[in-house]
């Protein structure tokens, strides 16, 4: 009998640093300073302490979405992974936001393995990072596979998927199994996954010899572990907020027992690592004055955590209506991005806002076409099938008012629809303001680019308000 505990954090996103986190209390938010490296380095150390063996694994979206994070193209997240002592990690789909050229070198900065099963680089059909390990707990050993995101070539820009090859790793898997359990004698198997939650769970459904999946990309913060085919899964919310802890007792290469921790990681509950501290400020230090800037003040609290629309996606296509004459605007349904608390508003804000910074285009479309993009759009949120749930949320807007059933069959979800409070016309032209490759991507030739980007036009919109208020009145309405 062996007792194993492993450690997961899932979908950093750069926030390296504590900062304002989302919970719910008492049916409203409440939001609480927590995360950062510093502090899950401390909570994994108390951890080891207290455990025999311990494996500390990342499960992607790692190396994006702060300013820090962008600014320097990932860099500065890479030494605070290593000194963390991971056992392992898997790429998430942010993680190619720099260039295949840099995700086919990024093996050799960190120390700890990158495993992604089904991920092959297109010149030569190899894999790009191991697609397991074998690590030995005590007389334990256990077989470690790694996936990424499967829809990187879909959802994301050309730029991320260039000479990379994707699947889901379905067909890729029982052999592999096999070969850790027959060649490789491992008594236990873990799927590192940026898969997303639901594609997970119908996965262990068909796939025999998981014991654990360790689950990132869809933000879940799973209190409850779900079994599945035998199969533990869990996952460990985002920005750095949380860590799962999941202890299993393995005998005769059966998972008998488990326990499990959704920790947050609250700022006034838990110290900071001293080292990681230090090696934080050090890092941050030509970005403090930069992205303390003074944007402007908002006096609505800005968070992304619910599906149909957010405060900070409203703020966001607001800002795009102002600047341009647009019908309607939009902005993608990201799941990043943590809280931004009423008060003043800074650089630093707006890189957690939108650290991709895409220039603002204008497009043209009737009013039927704009339809099947909303219709497909839904789809990729809510498609019945789980490998075919390819997005974030819904589509962010301004000027929309939508009413959908999630439910129903692909291309026929919406019941209504109006642009600027009109029933949409199916032959009208409608002028749409958004911004990056994300958004519309089958549309991309017909956008006009409007010279501006993404921070600039937020700037502005903050200098014409002076201090904002976001409406909160529901625009798109699940029936």
């Not at 960190?110 to 089904?118: D, K, R």
């Not at 003043?344 to 339809?371: H, Q, R, S």
Request: proline share 5%.
């Amino acid at each position: 009998m062996t007792q194993l505990t492993i450690v997961q954090q899932n979908d950093t996103h750069g926030y390296i640093e504590s900062h304002a986190e989302f919970f719910w209390k008492a049916g409203k938010p409440e939001y609480r300073q927590a995360g950062g490296y510093a502090r899950i380095a401390h909570v994994v150390k108390e951890i080891k302490k207290n455990n025999r063996n311990v494996l500390f694994f990342d499960g992607g979206d790692f190396l994006h979405g702060t300013g820090p994070a962008v600014l320097t193209q990932g860099s500065s997240i890479i030494p605070l992974m290593n000194a963390m002592e991971l056992d392992a990690a898997v790429p998430g789909n942010w993680d190619f936001a720099y260039g295949s050229d840099l995700v086919l070198q990024l093996q050799e900065h960190f120390t700890f393995p990158i495993l992604a099963l089904n991920l092959k680089n297109k010149d030569n059909n190899k894999y790009v990072f191991n697609p397991y390990i074998i690590k030995e707990i005590d007389s334990l050993r256990v077989g470690i596979i790694g996936l990424t995101s499967p829809h990187v070539q879909e959802t994301m820009p050309p730029s991320f998927s260039d000479h990379l090859s994707f699947s889901l790793g379905v067909e890729e898997l029982p052999a592999v199994i096999q070969k850790l359990k027959a060649e490789e004698r491992a008594d236990l198997i873990i799927l590192v996954s940026h898969m997303g939650l639901p594609l997970d769970v119908k996965l262990a459904s068909q796939i025999e010899g998981i014991d654990i999946i360790l689950s990132g990309h869809s933000h879940d913060r799973l209190n409850r572990p779900i079994v599945q085919n035998g199969c533990v899964i869990i996952q460990s919310g985002a920005s750095a907020s949380f860590l799962g802890k999941l202890d299993v007792t393995v005998e005769e290469g059966k998972i008998t027992n488990f326990t499990h921790e959704l920790i947050p990681i609250y700022a006034d509950q838990y110290e900071e690592d001293a080292e990681i501290k230090s090696m934080i400020d050090e890092a941050l230090l030509p970005f403090r004055d930069p992205l303390s800037e003074s944007i402007g003040t908002i006096r609505t609290p800005l968070h992304r955590m619910t599906l149909q629309e957010a405060p900070m996606d409203r703020l966001i296509t607001d800002a795009y209506l102002a600047q341009t004459d647009a019908d309607v605007s939009f902005s993608h349904g990201w799941r990043y991005g943590a809280p931004v608390l009423p008060g003043g508003v800074t650089m630093n804000d707006l890189y957690n806002i939108i650290p991709t910074n895409p220039e603002l285009f204008i497009l043209e479309m009737d009013g039927a076409t704009l339809l099947s993009v909303l219709e497909r759009n839904l789809e990729q949120v809510f498609a019945s099938d789980p490998y075919q749930q390819k997005g974030g949320y819904i589509l962010r807007s301004s000027n929309l008012m939508m009413a959908y059933k999630p439910y129903n069959p692909a291309g026929h979800r919406i019941q209504h629809i109006e642009i600027k409070g009109k029933a949409l016309q199916d032959d009208r032209i409608y002028r749409v303001a958004g911004a990056g490759e994300q958004l519309f991507m089958k549309h991309a030739n017909g956008r006009k680019m409007q010279g501006v980007h993404a921070h600039e036009v937020l700037k502005s919109y903050f200098a014409s308000k002076g201090e904002i208020i976001v409406s909160d009145k529901p625009s798109i309405i699940s029936i």
